[in-house]
């Protein structure tokens, strides 16, 4: 049987492609990320991942190692509920910041399921201000969202995540026009961002597309309608980070945060965890 400890990190490393990252969401350093795989790799008489300095690939061994690693985790949680006597059961009204639903939130909901299968999620996608709103009037239990950094508020602050300017490929912008941007509605964290950003470095700027939905922003932004802002870890994959060539101002950084109503207990308490393990930095701060 092999160590349950190896195989969480293996799987980190396969997920996230990169072992900083994988140490981050398990809470330990680099190095023992590093040495677990290379113990997994002993076992398994061959390299699991190939390496060099920019990527981060499973080899055909790797592939192999997947069902088996993941078998070995879901099993070794099966057993742990079985043990303590508890199981988890009831529902959650759960409000995510649409990037996230299209990003992190299957990863997160399939691993809720896995773990507590009577746990029933009852799912709101809109844009983070709306549903803070909506926690305080207490229509929502837990809340996955976005937070201006600086800005006291309540809840937990996962990450720090930098913001880019996305685009598609092809994108150009006019030297001397005003700089065409995609938005959301507000209220929106990113686009007061993009918008403060833009006029603070004395550049002009026109609302090219108003979209409310993720898609829509994908689109208008991928047939060169114009650019928006979006933390670096959730950029669609088909757009891209602009370069700085394009003479665009950093639009700095933006807080991942978790909020509940009251103390988390039970359903919302499990899936909060996942939340936090899956998106959050190791010894991340309470707000």
Known sequence: M????????FLAVAETRSFTAAARRLGVGQPTVSQHIRRLEDEAGGLLFARDTHTVE????????LG???????????AARHF?????????????????ALGELPEILRRLRRSHPLVD???????????????????????LGKRRTGVPGPGRRLRREPLV?????????????????V????????????????ERAGLDWRAACLTSSLTGLRAAAAAGLGVTVHARSLVPPDLTELPASLGLPDPGEVD???LSRDPAEGPVAALAEFVTDRLGDSGVARL
Do not use: K, N
Request: hydrophobic share 45%.
């Open 165 to 181: 300017w996305i685009g598609s490929a092809a994108t150009t912008l006019v030297p001397g026009q005003p700089v065409p941007l």
């Open 68 to 78: 088996f690693a993941q078998t070995i985790v879901d099993t070794e949680e099966r």
């Open 58 to 65: 499973l080899t055909a061994r790797g592939q192999a190692m």
């Open 183 to 198: 938005q959301y509605p507000m209220p929106s964290v990113t686009r007061r961002l993009a918008v403060e950003t833009l």
């Open 84 to 100: 303590r006597g508890t199981q988890v059961r009831g529902r959650v009204r759960f409000g995510v910041s649409e990037d996230f």
């Open 2 to 9: 092999l160590d349950p400890r190896l195989c969480r990190s």
């Open 121 to 143: 999620v009852e799912l709101h996608v809109e844009l983070s201000d709306v549903l803070a709103q909506r926690l305080a009037e207490g229509r929502l239990d837990l809340v």
């Open 256 to 258: 991942f945060v978790l």
